[in-house]
């Protein structure tokens, strides 16, 4: 989602394209990154489908897919695929990123991870190019029975607009069958945005989740997605 994220927002073309840039490596309806990784050998494919609309602009539709993998040394790696079409322009962003835990969130002590990742984009008509790098950390703690809390903190490098960026995110999520998520994330250039929503279970290693996510910038920008996450 994470994401992670993310700049949590790439804008090309007019075109709002939300999270697979940025928040790719987090659990959906999560934003934040997690310190934790999924085991070495497992795999995971989450998809998600949102609608952006901002006031006075055409609404966007974006579409992308993330697949994951654990590998030796508490680290994921992972590749997403998104395209956003807005007006009949349809902007495409392909990314690399991966995450390594350097201490697990376990037995009430806070739980370290570095994330990392590179994108290439291809705005409507035009050829594929570097779109950003981002490097952040993420720490992970207990907060109570079930629930757990996430802050991030990063950079990232946008090559469209030749800017640095810092990045921040701070998440709560409830653990069990039926989860909530919230956050609130940014940068050092926008107002924040904040974000809320809902995972359910559908069968075994397969659940979908819905979520809603607004910026407090003008002009206001409005995002719900519905997602699918499939363990492999």
Not at 82 to 89: E, T, W
Not at 93 to 98: P, Q, Y
Not at 206 to 211: E, G, K, R, T
Request: net charge neutral; hydrophobic share 40%; glycine share 14%.
């Amino acid at each position: 989602m994470t994401l992670l994220a993310h700049h949590l927002l790439f804008v090309s073309a007019g075109a709002l394209l939300l999270g697979c840039s940025a928040t790719a490596w987090a659990d959906r309806p999560l934003v934040s990154e997690t310190a934790d990784v999924i085991g070495a050998g497992s795999c995971q494919i989450e998809t998600g489908l949102a609608t952006l609309r901002a006031s006075g602009s055409p609404s966007a539709r974006v579409a992308d897919m993330l697949g994951s993998c654990g590998i030796a040394g508490h680290s994921q790696l992972g590749i997403s695929l998104a395209s956003a079409r807005q007006a009949g322009s349809t902007d495409l962003s392909v990314g690399l990123g991966g995450k390594t835990t350097l201490k697990m969130p376990q037995d009430g002590a806070i739980g370290y991870a570095l994330a990392y990742g590179i994108s290439s984009e291809k705005g409507s008509g035009q050829g594929w190019r570097h779109g950003s790098t981002r490097v952040f950390g993420v720490a992970t703690k207990e907060l109570g029975k079930a629930l757990l809390g996430h802050l991030n903190l990063g950079w990232v490098r946008t090559e469209n607009d030749r800017l640095n960026s810092t990045t921040w995110s701070l998440g709560m999520e409830s653990e069990g069958g039926l989860r909530w998520a919230a956050d609130v994330f940014g940068d050092d250039r926008a107002r924040p945005w904040v974000s809320a929503g809902l995972l359910f279970p559908l069968a075994d290693r397969i659940s979908a989740n819905l979520a809603y996510a607004q910026q407090f910038d003008q002009p206001r920008v409005r995002q719900w997605t519905l997602g699918f996450k499939f363990e492999l």
